[in-house]
């Protein structure tokens, strides 16, 4: 999609090229486009000659000399091209201006989401998407107007930048890179940013639009007739796109994460954004005594057992649990009977993906807001016991893989009193781990004393703080 840099890059070639152009005939191919009404367009289009091109954030604004303005957005794909005169039209061509010499601007869009409106000029900010945006970069001059702004956003700043309504400008590629310029942890909550960092912001967000302007953009070829604008200001893009690759300043790895729905790139180390640490192993392995010492090292916690064992009490869970298996998956005190439930599921496999689908998005949700809750931390760790099972490895920067020989897994049953030992191994059984222990980044072993576990968990903690 095009940002405020690519549609400045289109208004200054549609302003060098077709000021006092005079349109001498109006095609709309594709009405529904015109969100105006289609007559008045039309007759109003027609005979105008083109005054100047503006623009007010994303909108293109078509001046034209009769007192009326063509307010134009390109949403995912649309494009200005110029046919000559004999040349042929493409299929993806909407509206054509027919201009005095005969040759034609098109307006081309694929998808068909971009809209033209016409109104008279004195009313452009009027346009309702236009008179909620909030000033550009360039037009604030003083930072404390973001610095107020952003007291009443409980958002992170990733978001909060992406709201058009406080300033607009910043699409998800340049919010990336502004966040990285400036260091700022993007999950950090808008309201608990300084006036410093709004000062740094507002220099950053400015400076990255400007160098994308002087550069056409940074999509290649948006407006291309025969002088064609091709954007080079990708290959100078710091963060975004850049998941897994060296961070440029200091040779981290770069993370991506998802804030309110956007794909978000970051340098951790850069930008204290807390790690992700997934931990997992086999039934009684010692999962939770490391994640148990991470907790004491200072890391917010949560375990996926805990988070079910509290889905269970919800009363919207509940329900769907007796629709799935029947009122007798209660228990006489109206809690869920879990040995009930395995007993189905292990008879009934359909029964046990069933359970699964219902089960896993709910407690990924409810992992993916813990997480998101502590990214100003230094780490964050989940215990996951089907951590591969349930596909959440990419919910993870670090996954840690506990092993234990099943020596260990009996001393530990037994150390928790376990009412059958032999089948609790059994799970070993189904378990997805030794498949997939290639893919933890660290593996912890864990059958010698607590002491020596300790002191691995130590070392791994800082190895993971320094990587
Ligand atoms: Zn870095």
Request: aromatic share 8%.
């Amino acid at each position: 999609m095009p940002e405020l840099p690519e549609v400045e890059t289109i208004r200054r070639t549609l302003e060098a090229n077709y000021v006092n152009k005079k349109i001498v005939k109006v095609e709309v191919l594709y009405e529904r486009m015109i969100k105006s009404p289609l007559d008045e367009f039309i007759n109003k289009v027609t005979s105008s000659t083109i005054s100047s091109f503006g623009r007010r954030g994303k909108y293109l604004l078509i001046n034209l000399d009769n007192g009326y303005t063509i307010i134009s957005h390109l949403r995912m794909e649309g494009k200005y091209f110029l046919r000559e005169i004999n040349e042929e039209l493409s299929k993806y061509t909407r509206v054509i201006f027919t201009l005095e010499n005969g040759s034609r601007l098109c307006y081309e869009d694929v998808r068909k989401f971009g809209i033209m409106y016409l109104t008279p000029t004195t009313k452009v900010n009027e346009f309702e998407e236009i008179a909620k945006l909030g000033p550009e970069p360039f037009e604030i001059k003083d930072a404390s107007y973001l610095h107020k702004a952003f007291k009443n956003k409980k958002v992170e700043i990733k978001a909060a930048l992406l709201d058009q309504t406080i300033m607009t400008g910043l699409g998800n590629i340049y919010a990336d890179e502004v966040c990285f310029k400036t260091k700022i942890n993007p999950f950090k909550k808008a309201n608990t940013l300084t006036l410093k960092e709004c000062e740094d912001i507002l220099k950053a967000s400015v400076e990255t639009l400007n160098d994308a302007i002087k550069s056409g953009g940074s999509t290649i070829a948006t407006y291309h007739p025969a002088k064609g604008v091709d954007g080079m200001f990708q290959t100078k893009l710091l963060a975004y796109g850049k998941e897994g690759k060296k961070c440029p300043v200091c040779a981290s790895t770069m993370r991506k994460a998802i804030i309110k729905g956007r794909g978000t790139t970051y340098c951790p180390h850069c930008q204290n954004v807390a790690l992700v640490i997934g931990i997992t192993g086999k039934i009684a392995s010692g999962k939770s005594t490391v994640t148990k010492l991470f907790k004491e090292k200072g890391c917010p916690t949560i375990s996926s057992d805990e988070i079910v064992t509290n889905l269970y009490k919800e009363l919207e869970f509940k329900k769907k649990l007796i629709e799935m298996f029947s009122p007798e998956v209660l228990n006489d005190d109206l809690s869920i009977s879990k040995g009930y439930i395995k007993n189905v599921i292990n008879l009934n496999p359909n029964k046990k993906k069933e359970l699964e689908e219902l089960v896993h998005p709910l407690v990924r949700a409810k992992i993916e807001s813990f997480i998101s809750s502590h990214m100003n931390e230094k780490m964050v760790v989940v215990e996951v016991p089907l951590l591969f099972e349930a596909g959440f490895e990419n919910l993870f920067d670090v996954i840690i893989g506990v092993q234990a020989s099943s020596l260990t897994q009996i001393n530990h049953l037994n150390a928790r009193k376990s009412l059958n030992v032999a089948k609790d191994l059994k799970l070993n059984e189904s378990s997805q781990f030794d498949k997939n222990a290639k893919k933890c980044t660290y593996l912890i072993d864990n059958n010698y004393s607590l002491l020596d576990l300790r002191m691995n968990v130590d070392k791994l903690y800082l190895l993971i703080l320094n990587s």
